[in-house]
Structures are given as structure tokens and as C-alpha cells.
T-cell receptor, first 115, second 113 residues
């Protein structure tokens, strides 16, 4: 069974500082990997995705993530955080099998940005 | 604009009552999903449907029911058998044929009073 672990429940960074959110997955083969962002009381918005190819993927709002097969990780990074980045971030994994296509989500990391 | 519409945004229910949450999409997607979100637990899959008139239980289906009579619609009923129904419910969809990301609605917050 696939699973996702986000070790950090809550992270606080200063505006302008760099950010790295951790994500580790468990899956038997190369998975599809996603990062979503959620503002309070809202749905989820896709930041970026990895399907294959270049292991460093660029997303919206200046975010990037790197797929590291050897570490089963897909960490999200941003070089300079803005106050508007304060939200909850979810890492998700999808299987390549044609059976169940539903994504499996981590428990989320809440990002707080200090002025 | 294409998207997923969930209604209502807020819903209050008395204990012992069934309640139905609406999810409609105009993305022409074949597959639809219901997730439940609780603080600190991420999103957990309730039910999913990959085609009209067919649906499968997810990880936490007990106390819930669904139907998929139309491609555009995938309503979720929270029954009185669901012991802790207060949560944020999210509907999502994906196309079939190849793989892509899931698209989400804005959610319905259900509170049992």
C-alpha cells in the first residue's frame, strides 16, 4: 500500500527566508508525486507534480521540488518566502496501476510566515 | 469556467439525521472522489467512482453512501451511522486515460449539532 509522511506538522519561517518542506513516500515502483496548497476553509490547489523525467520540477508561485528515488523523498522548496505563502501544504502520491487512481495524502504541514 | 462545485459550503445537521453533500463537475472527467479532512490527519478517501453507475469504497467508507447516476454528479450522503461526521469534505475529479492531477472543489464543512 502506498503512504506519505510529512514529518513536520508546523513550520514557522521569516518572510524572505528560504523554505523546505519534507515529504517521504512509500510505494513499490516510481510513483506520481504532487504538492498541493490549501488556504483555510478552501479546496486544494496544485503547486507542482512529478510524473517522470527531470527530477527537479518547477511549480507555480516560485516553488520547486526534487524527486530523490534513493531517499523516497519529494521535498518542496522555495528560495524566498512571502507572507502570502502562509497556508497548509500537502504532499500526495498516486499509483501507476490502473486500478485505484485516488491520491494518498500526507497529514500536511502548516506554514506560518513571520514578518 | 470549468471546475468542481460543492454545495453547500456550510452544513449543520442534528444527530441521527442523514445529510447529502452535492458535488458537480463540468470538466468532463470520468473519475470522481470524496475525501474527508480532519485537523492533523490530512485527506482520507471515502469513496471513488471511475465511471457512471460504478463506485468503490475507499479507506473510511463506513457510515457514508454515494451514487453516480450522471457523469457530472457524485453526491455523498452522510448517514446517521457515521459516528463522528463533523469534518471538512472535499470532492475531486480526474480524467481517465493517462494520468494527471486531481482537481478539487472548495469543500463543504459539516457540523453536527
Amino acid at each position: 500500500a502506498q503512504s506519505v509522511t510529512q514529518p513536520d506538522i508546523h513550520i514557522t519561517v521569516s518572510e524572505g527566508a528560504s523554505l523546505e518542506l519534507r515529504c517521504n513516500y512509500s510505494y513499490g515502483a516510481t510513483p506520481y508525486l504532487f504538492w498541493y496548497v490549501q488556504s483555510p476553509g478552501q479546496g486544494l490547489q496544485l503547486l507542482l507534480k512529478y510524473f517522470s523525467g527531470d527530477t527537479l520540477v518547477q511549480g507555480i508561485k516560485g516553488f520547486e521540488a526534487e524527486f530523490k528515488r534513493s531517499q523516497s523523498s519529494f521535498n518542496l522548496r522555495k528560495p524566498s518566502v512571502h507572507w502570502s505563502d502562509a497556508a497548509e501544504y500537502f504532499c500526495a502520491v498516486g499509483g501507476r496501476n490502473t486500478g485505484r487512481r485516488a491520491l494518498t495524502f500526507g497529514s500536511g504541514t502548516r506554514l506560518q510566515v513571520q514578518p | 469556467d470549468g471546475g468542481i462545485t460543492q454545495s453547500p459550503k456550510y452544513l449543520f445537521r442534528k444527530e441521527g439525521q442523514n445529510v447529502t453533500l452535492s458535488c458537480e463537475q463540468n470538466l468532463n472527467h470520468d473519475a470522481m472522489y470524496w475525501y474527508r479532512q480532519d485537523p492533523g490527519q490530512g485527506l482520507r478517501l471515502i469513496y471513488y467512482s471511475q465511471i457512471v453507475n460504478d463506485f468503490q469504497k475507499g479507506d473510511i467508507a463506513e457510515g457514508y453512501s454515494v451514487s453516480r447516476e450522471k457523469k457530472e454528479s457524485f453526491p455523498l450522503t452522510v448517514t446517521s451511522a457515521q459516528k463522528n461526521p463533523t469534518a471538512f469534505y472535499l470532492c475531486a475529479s480526474t480524467p481517465t486515460g493517462g494520468y494527471t492531477e486531481a482537481f478539487f472543489g472548495q469543500g463543504t464543512r459539516l457540523t453536527v449539532v
